[in-house]
T-cell receptor, first 117, second 115 residues
Framework: NAGVTQTPKFRVLKTGQSMTLLCAQD?????MYWYRQDPGMGLRLIHY???????AKGEVPDGYNVSRLKKQNFLLGLESAAPSQTSVYFC????????????????FGPGTRLTVL | GESVGLHLPTLSVQEGDNSIINCAYS??????FIWYKQESGKGPQFIID?????DKRQGQRVTVLLNKTVKHLSLQIAATQPGDSAVYFC????FGGGGGNKLTFGTGTQLKVEL
């Protein structure tokens, strides 16, 4: 059971380049999330998904797109990278609505450090 | 807007002492709160959570206290160890379990354990 994994761990892009970050979870979670973390700040939600085939905008969605074609995967895309997107990106997953057995706890991946020059 | 914040950005404690990390929240509708620990270069790790129908919850060496009257959350770490050195985040779910279970995170407190 690997939990939440992210690919790649590090990446350097030039302004205008595109890339896709991959998140995978093996816990059969319904919900998945993409966050960015900047120095001195907490995590900010970019996009999230409440199930396969669904996505929704979070707090800072501009400049990013996402897809959830398979339940276990959540992809984050940058179509035209900008220096302002230099950040550490974290993926997380959680069970769906809290029940007596499960909580809303989000489990995080190790992060992807992205630098845009 | 609604926010979750921490009172102290950095907390230094001696090994073996107890640590208390505080968090203020402003959304009275929040019903679920979580503490995360983040070590350098790693993702946030779940420590403990608490629902709004509780005032206190204990885990292994950690206790979370919730004071809904003053909208205050605290994390107590007993017998702090060097391995506890990390940034600690509080987070709240302001949507009552719905809305995709989105969390609002505080900015974090750096805990430094001195030998």
């Amino acid at each position: 059971n690997a939990g939440v994994t992210q690919t790649p761990k590090f990446r350097v892009l030039k302004t205008g380049q595109s890339m896709t970050l991959l998140c995978a979870q093996d816990m059969n979670h319904e919900y998945m999330y993409w966050y960015r973390q900047d120095p001195g700040m907490g995590l900010r939600l970019i996009h999230y998904s409440v199930g396969e085939g669904t996505t929704a905008k979070g707090e800072v969605p501009d400049g990013y797109n996402v897809s959830r074609l398979k339940k276990q995967n959540f992809l984050l895309g940058l179509e035209s990278a900008a220096p302002s997107q230099t950040s550490v990106y974290f993926c997380a997953s959680s069970y769906s609505r809290a029940t007596s057995t499960y909580t809303d706890t989000q489990y995080f991946g190790p992060g992807t450090r992205l630098t845009v020059l | 807007g609604e926010s979750v914040g921490l009172h102290l950005p950095t907390l230094s404690v001696q090994e073996g002492d107890n640590s208390i990390i505080n968090c203020a929240y402003s959304n009275s509708a929040s019903d679920y709160f979580i503490w995360y620990k983040q070590e350098s270069g790693k993702g946030p790790q779940f420590i403990i959570d608490i629902r709004s129908n509780m005032d206190k919850r204990q885990g292994q060496r950690v206790t979370v206290l919730l004071n809904k009257t003053v909208k205050h959350l605290s994390l107590q770490i007993a017998a702090t160890q060097p391995g506890d050195s990390a940034v600690y985040f509080c987070a709240e779910n302001p949507f009552g379990g719905g809305g995709g279970n989105k969390l609002t995170f505080g900015t974090g407190t750096q805990l430094k354990v001195e030998l």
